[in-house]
């Protein structure tokens, strides 16, 4: 489809506004900020999920000792398993409500056209 072409929204970025913002100094602190925090966590999230099918696959005498009553290590490990979840489901909200006001003031920045 051809013909005139219209002006892009007013919340919509031109590829030299994305250029622009891409070599801003928050815009990349940001993108880096975010990425220490994910990379780990989620890493740290999928090994532990991973390690209790592992451990219980590898050891199973030591994960199957009774530690209260009938409760052995492995239902233990698979309860803490909601609580790692649940901790890391709140860090990430906190660090997400402070990525979320950094990138509306470079949003607001970028949309007046002051990317640097």
């Given at each position: 489809?051809?013909?005139?072409?219209?002006?892009?929204?007013?919340?919509v970025l031109t590829a030299?506004?994305?250029?622009?913002?891409?070599?801003?100094?928050?815009?990349?602190?940001?993108?880096?900020?975010?990425?220490?925090?994910?990379?780990?966590?989620?890493?740290?999230?999928?090994?532990y999920y991973f390690a209790?099918?592992?451990?219980?696959?590898?050891?199973?005498?030591?994960?199957g000792r009774d530690v209260?009553?009938?409760?052995?290590?492995?239902?233990?490990?698979?309860?803490?398993?909601?609580?790692?979840?649940?901790?890391?489901?709140?860090?990430?909200?906190?660090?997400?409500?402070?990525?979320?006001?950094?990138?509306?003031?470079?949003?607001?920045?970028?949309?007046?056209?002051?990317?640097?």
């Amino acid at each position: 489809m051809s013909g005139p072409s219209t002006p892009p929204p007013p919340d919509v970025l031109t590829a030299d506004a994305w250029a622009r913002l891409e070599s801003d100094p928050e815009f990349r602190a940001l993108v880096a900020a975010k990425r220490r925090f994910i990379l780990p966590a989620t890493l740290f999230f999928v090994v532990y999920y991973f390690a209790l099918p592992v451990l219980v696959g590898y050891f199973p005498r030591a994960m199957g000792r009774d530690v209260v009553g009938n409760v052995n290590i492995a239902y233990l490990f698979a309860l803490s398993q909601f609580f790692m979840a649940w901790i890391l489901m709140v860090m990430y909200v906190r660090r997400a409500r402070a990525f979320d006001a950094q990138a509306e003031r470079i949003a607001s920045r970028a949309h007046a056209g002051g990317a640097r």
